[in-house]
């Protein structure tokens, strides 16, 4: 069987089988498709996959390496080879994985970029809020209520990232009827198509209702009560969010409170919630579960993160630890 159909059923495996998210099967799918392309000099429908060396798959890593490749994109791709042609041993007979004797570049242990909870509370309650909706009869066609909409709709995607700590994914795909107000809890469809249900507070209540009540009241951005898959965020013209869209808002915000982070993204706002729940004395069992991550080694990351603030805040206040001069001690 030629090599693209190996891929193409492998990605079909990936997607209706193992239930792995959009994203990661579409990254799959990149990585192998390139890796095609590759050993073939542009011509992947000519590979026969199970004709393939170790010694033909370093050539790839290699080339990636060259390219200035980091060594996070490099693991994955190594990844996406191993577990195809696990594939191919499972489903089409090949006796040995070429890619299990290819070795995974080391990654360097970055600790979480996260913001601090002034920065945080600097932009939720400043005045960048979304104010009081509009009268019902207002004109809703007018360039004033998209303005709005969209204002009081960015200050809500900041509000729900830092009060749930929920993904960018999950974000943009929220639906508008497992967000309940009354209960204060959200049920998030994530990773590994597995739901979770995220309680949040009183104030993201109530900016969620302002929120719905601005959207509702006009017809471009309204969703019908009896419309089931409708997201509880969209654009003002009633279209879904996308990814690009979230990030500029988030990098925005971020960068217009002079919030200064190595990166300005909305999964700084996942990590500086995680942060600051453990901070706060939550425990880490409940924050992996709030986080959906699969390994509870994913979330103790976060608790170097909370000793790193610890150290610096000794550092900084204890005198013990200053050196003459006022300087640091190690």
């Known amino acids: 069987m030629p090599n693209m159909n190996l891929i193409d059923e492998y990605i079909r495996y990936l997607r209706l089988e193992l239930n792995y998210s959009e994203l990661t099967v579409k990254a799959y799918q990149t990585d192998l498709m390139g890796w095609a392309d590759f050993a073939t000099s542009g011509k992947p429908d000519s590979l026969v996959a199970t004709d393939v060396t170790t010694s033909d798959l370093r050539q790839w890593i290699g080339h990636l390496s060259r390219e200035g490749q980091s060594p996070r994109t490099i693991r994955r791709k190594v990844s996406a080879l191993r577990t195809f042609f696990r594939f191919l041993m499972r489903r089409h007979g090949l006796r040995s994985n070429p890619a299990s004797a290819l070795s995974l570049m080391k990654m360097p242990h970055d600790l979480p970029v996260f913001i601090r909870p002034a920065d945080t509370a600097r932009i939720l309650d400043g005045d960048g809020g979304a ?18 909409f969209k204002r009081n709709r960015n200050r809500l995607i900041i509000d729900i990232f830092y009060s749930t700590g929920i993904r960018c994914s999950e974000l943009i795909n929220l639906l508008d009827v497992n967000v309940d ?7 998030v469809h ?9 309680p949040f507070g009183s ?8 929120y719905r009540r601005l959207r509702d009241s006009s017809p471009s951005t ?18 879904p969010l996308y990814r690009k869209l979230v990030y500029n808002v988030v990098h925005n915000a971020l960068e217009e409170a002079g919030v200064h982070a190595s990166r300005l993204s909305p999964h700084v706002l996942r990590h500086s919630f995680a942060t ?55």
């Open 131 to 148: 104010g009081s909706p509009m009268e019902e009869n207002s004109d809703t066609n007018t360039d004033a209520f998209h303005q709005e």
């Open 181 to 187: 107000t009354r209960k204060g809890e959200l049920k």
């Open 190 to 198: 994530g990773k590994r198509n597995k739901d979770r249900i995220i």
């Open 203 to 210: 104030e993201l209540c109530e900016a969620i209702d302002r």
């Open 222 to 239: 309204a969703i019908s009560p009896s419309d089931r898959t409708a997201p509880l965020l969209v654009r003002d013209d009633g279209q």
């Open 276 to 330: 600051d729940m453990l901070n706060a004395g939550a425990s880490i069992s409940s924050v992996r579960q709030l986080l959906g991550h699969a390994s509870l080694a994913s979330t103790q990351l976060y608790t170097h993160v909370t000793y790193s603030e610890l150290q610096h805040n000794y550092q900084l206040a204890h005198p013990r630890a200053l050196k003459k001069g006022g300087k640091n001690g190690n």
